[in-house]
């Protein structure tokens, strides 16, 4: 009874090759997130969807991207990775933004590793 | 310019006895504070929150304290088991971040059998 999947969970890219990680969700919820934590370190925050609603944050670097084709599905695209971005991302979901009404649910993780 | 700060990396605590968490923040206009919980190869789980109204909030074993003065909150484990050892992450929250979520770099309890 999985509720937020990402895949792959392990992902090895190499520097500069550009690398989409695939994030999942069975509970119809509004909002998807996309943290990277690197070792650590806090979870940041990089963007979320509002339904279609894109919400970037503002120290999130231009080569991270993401793509939200349908209320299941959010895709983590990073255009041309570096060594620092290597990293753990988590993607997380909530019915809404309002912390202290929704909590949120994260998956697992994929573990990104540049070489 | 961390704004929530958890100071001890790590925590070894005798199974029965007490497990205390500390989180720590910069800014007051946090106003609401949550504590996941993550075991290996899992993502974060929700464990229990508190609001900036309260000063307490208890579900079972585990109690948040909020001392708003001095900008701290902790987490008690009473009795801790084994099976609480995990990452513990201290997250806060506000309308000035748009109720998005601020989080600590985490603690690893072990509770040792």
């Known amino acids: 009874d999985a509720m937020v999947i990402q895949n792959p969970r392990y992902q090895v890219t190499q520097f500069g090759k550009p690398v989409t990680l695939s994030c999942s969700q069975t509970?119809?919820?509004?909002?998807m997130y996309w943290y990277q934590q690197k070792s650590s370190q806090a979870p940041k925050l990089l963007f979320h969807?509002?339904?279609?609603?894109?919400?970037n944050e503002a120290d999130t670097p231009d080569n991270f991207q993401s793509r939200r084709p349908n209320t299941s599905f959010c895709f983590l695209d990073i255009r041309s990775p570096g060594l620092g971005d290597a990293a753990m991302y988590l993607c997380a979901t909530s019915r809404t933004l309002a912390a202290y009404q929704e909590t949120q649910y994260f998956g697992p993780g994929t573990r990104l590793l540049v070489l | 310019d961390q704004q929530v700060k958890q100071n001890s990396p790590s925590l070894s605590v005798q199974e029965g006895r007490i497990s205390i968490l500390n989180c720590d923040y910069t800014n007051s206009m946090f106003d609401y504070f949550l504590w996941y919980k993550k075991y290996p190869a899992e993502g974060p789980t929700f464990l229990i929150s508190i609001s900036s109204i309260k000063d307490k909030n208890e579900d079972g074993r585990f109690t948040v304290f909020l001392n708003k003065s001095a900008k701290h909150l902790s987490l008690h484990i009473v009795p801790s088991q084994p099976g609480d050892s995990a990452v513990y992450f201290c997250?806060?929250?506000?309308?000035?971040?748009?109720?998005?979520?601020?989080f600590g770099a985490g603690t690893i309890l072990r509770v040792k059998s």
């Open positions: 509970l119809n919820h509004n909002v």
């Open positions: 997250a806060a929250s506000g309308m000035e971040y748009g109720n998005k979520l601020v």
């Open positions: 969807y509002y339904d279609k609603d894109f919400n």
